[in-house]
């Protein structure tokens, strides 16, 4: 179950990293990123690979957190072995 949840949170994220790394190349050029009041002189190449692993780590994090909130306390206890799905809090009535 931890690798579906893997998945569950680094696919999305590297989605929104792409749509996000698509921003920075549309209005970002690296020639005129300055740190602490010089130049960075990095290529355009290390300064695009680098926004999108830090996006991709950040958003990966935002949905790490996400997976966590919804992981029900028993599950976490260890006390419900089947307590990975999702149940109806609720009895149906008849």
């Keep these: 179950m931890w690798a579906k949840r893997l998945v569950w949170i680094l696919w999305p994220a ?3 990293a792409c749509a996000m790394e698509m921003l920075v190349f549309a209005l970002v050029d690296p020639s005129e990123i300055q740190w602490q009041g010089a130049a960075l002189d990095w290529s355009r190449q290390a ?3 680098l926004s999108f ?3 991709w ?3 990966s994090g935002a949905s790490a ?3 966590l909130l919804g ?7 260890g006390r419900d072995k089947d307590a990975t799905r999702l149940r109806d809090p ?3 009535l008849d």
Excluded: R
């Design 47 to 49: 300064f695009y690979t």
């Design 65 to 67: 957190l996400t997976c």
């Design 71 to 77: 992981i029900s306390p028993a599950e976490i206890n």
């Design 57 to 59: 780590l950040v958003i």
């Design 53 to 55: 692993f830090v996006f």
């Design 90 to 92: 609720a009895p149906a």
């Design 14 to 16: 590297f989605l929104a």
